[in-house]
């Protein structure tokens, strides 16, 4: 399994540590990464952790093997919802 994170500030050692343990291939993108670059990182992400990074449908339609959206904080403005729906891929804010 792979999880991509879109933003630097969300890493923790604990959380990244647990993830690794259960066989997760973690990969940090760069803050501020363009559309098109994180629709090239997530073509083969399993899960994707993200803050502030705009998920656009086109990140999502990027992603065949996607199976859920995790947005650290409050609301989920940040994603295209209804791209997300449309695939049945959950969307959890924590």
Known sequence: MKAVRTDHELE???????????GVDLVTLPDGIPEAELANAVADADLLLMCYTPITARVID?????????????????????????????????
């Open 12 to 22: 923790c050692p604990e959380i990244d540590a647990g993830l690794r343990a259960r």
């Open 62 to 94: 990027a992603a065949p093997r996607l199976k859920g959206i995790v947005k650290y904080g409050v609301g989920i403005d940040a994603i295209d919802i209804a791209a997300a729906m449309r695939r049945g891929i959950p969307v959890v804010n924590v």
